[in-house]
Every structure is written in C-alpha cells, then in structure tokens.
C-alpha cells in the first residue's frame, strides 16, 4: 500500500514563496511519476505539475514559469516550488503516485494517478 504525505502548505501574502513536500512509502518510489494537483473551493481538481520517473517535467499553463517540481529519489519525496503566488492559486494541493511503471511521460491527468495524499492547504492573501 503506497501512502503519499504532504507538508509545507501555509498562508503567505500574493508574491510570496511556499515549497510543498510530499514523503512516499510502500513501493519502489524512483519507478513512478509523480504529480502535484489543487482543487478551489467550489471548482474541480486541476493538474498543476508532474515530473516522470526519469525527471522529465510538465507543467499547467497557468503556473509555468513560477512553480518548479523535482524530486529526490533517495529520500523518496516529491516537491513542488512555488513562486510569485497569487491569490488564484489558494486551493488544497495534492500529490500523486502514477499507476504505471515507468510512463514514458508526466501525465496532467487524474486517471493515471492510483495514490493520494491527503492535501495540504495553500492561502495566498491579496
């Protein structure tokens, strides 16, 4: 059983800076994309970023250029910089495991994530 754990959420003031982390156990962690997602109050779940087994990113076009997603395989954690925060991208972050091994890319979307965290929440003020 895969258990995905995130971390860092918080408020901060539009222009500041947050680093979400989320701690993986239960399978071989550096064979699988992760992804991060957020969900508004009241909107559906969006794709934010993913980075595959190998490192290869993708981003929504709404946060390119101002989040970056990495990884640490040896310590099992997926990160999602944040900067330049803006009031939109208040919302309950989430990270994802990919259900395939080795997906030749990071996918945008939900159906190829099996696992998820519990959510952090992120609240950016104006």
């Known amino acids: 059983q895969v258990q995905l754990v995130e971390s860092g959420g918080g408020l901060v003031q539009a222009g500041g800076s947050l680093r979400l982390s989320c701690a993986a156990s239960?399978?071989?962690?550096?064979?699988?994309?992760m992804g991060w997602f957020r969900q508004a109050p009241g909107k559906d779940r969006d794709f934010v970023a993913a980075?595959?087994?190998?490192?290869?990113?993708y981003y929504a076009d709404s946060v390119k250029g101002r989040f970056t997603i990495s990884r640490d395989n040896a310590k099992n954690t997926v990160y999602l910089q944040m900067n330049s925060l803006k009031p939109e991208d208040t919302a309950v972050y989430y990270c994802?495991?990919?259900?395939?091994?080795?997906?030749?890319?990071?996918?945008?979307?939900?159906?190829?994530?099996?696992?998820w965290g519990q959510g952090t929440q992120v609240t950016i003020s104006s």
């Open positions: 980075i595959k087994w190998s490192g290869g990113t």
């Open positions: 239960g399978r071989t962690f550096s064979n699988y994309a």
């Open positions: 994802a495991a990919d259900k395939e091994l080795r997906r030749l890319w990071p996918s945008p979307r939900e159906y190829d994530y099996d696992y």
